[in-house]
């Protein structure tokens, strides 16, 4: 959460009255953050490591009763399938499935308990149309959206709402190296609708709603925030 859409979707959620904890595996990121935030409490942890995970979940509830959890952390590793090498899926399995597992088992239950909660998950576009080079981040972000509609009906009848945002072509750190070709920026802006690449804030919206209380009869659902690209 210390950069990009998690960074977007934890200051608005701060904003709006929620008492947040940012993760990162990157402190200096996270702090610089936190120095912008008043009042944002963050922890560092690399989501690669088991161990790390497990200790996030302890520590995070240790902060008091979590009551929306944003699964936001991914790796994507840009490659031909073919050349992919077995630790960089390692890496991505880890990080982009694993962690998010670990991490609802750890904190849903309570939400379950107390009778209120709020699950959303960052997927992809690419879940429906994945891009050659990114196969298993692609399959990954598919396998995490069908864990959470599949929870989403164990855990409606308990007020816990799980969800996934789907973002299109949002102009983050990840994306600038692609982007900075203003041909391949050209082309893919020709392809959307509103004729501009997306903001991290442009996801904003959509979170807010889907983690507060307006968003209760909302769940397991797939929301698309593209500019209208895949349609």
């Known amino acids: 959460a210390a950069q990009g859409i998690g960074a977007a979707i934890a200051v608005a959620l701060h904003g709006a009255g929620a008492q947040v904890v940012a993760h990162d595996r990157d402190g200096d990121r996270l702090r610089e953050l936190q120095s912008q935030t008043p009042g944002l409490a963050v922890q560092v942890a690399d989501l690669a490591r088991p161990e790390e995970v497990s200790r996030l979940g302890t520590n995070v509830s240790g902060e008091g009763a979590v009551d929306i959890l944003v699964l936001c952390a991914s790796v994507q590793r840009r490659r031909p399938w073919k050349e992919a090498l077995v630790e960089d899926a390692d890496v991505e399995l880890a990080v982009n499935f694993e962690a998010s597992r670990a991490l609802l088992s750890h904190l849903v239950p309570p939400m ?15 879940e429906l149309a994945p891009r050659p080079d990114m196969l298993v981040y692609a399959a990954l972000k598919a396998a995490q959206t069908n864990l959470i509609i599949g929870l989403a009906k164990e855990l409606a009848p308990r007020g816990v709402t799980c969800n996934v945002l789907a973002p299109g072509v949002i102009e983050t750190s990840r994306n600038s190296e692609a982007l900075q070709d203003e041909r391949y920026r050209r082309q893919v802006i020709s392809m959307i609708p509103t004729g501009r690449l997306g903001l991290p804030q442009d996801c904003t919206g959509t979170a807010l709603l889907l983690c507060s209380e307006a968003g209760a009869y909302i769940t397991g659902q797939r929301f698309v925030v593209d500019g209208g690209m895949t349609a």
């Open 112 to 126: 379950a308990k107390r009778g209120w909660g709020r699950v959303l998950a960052i997927g992809s576009v690419q």
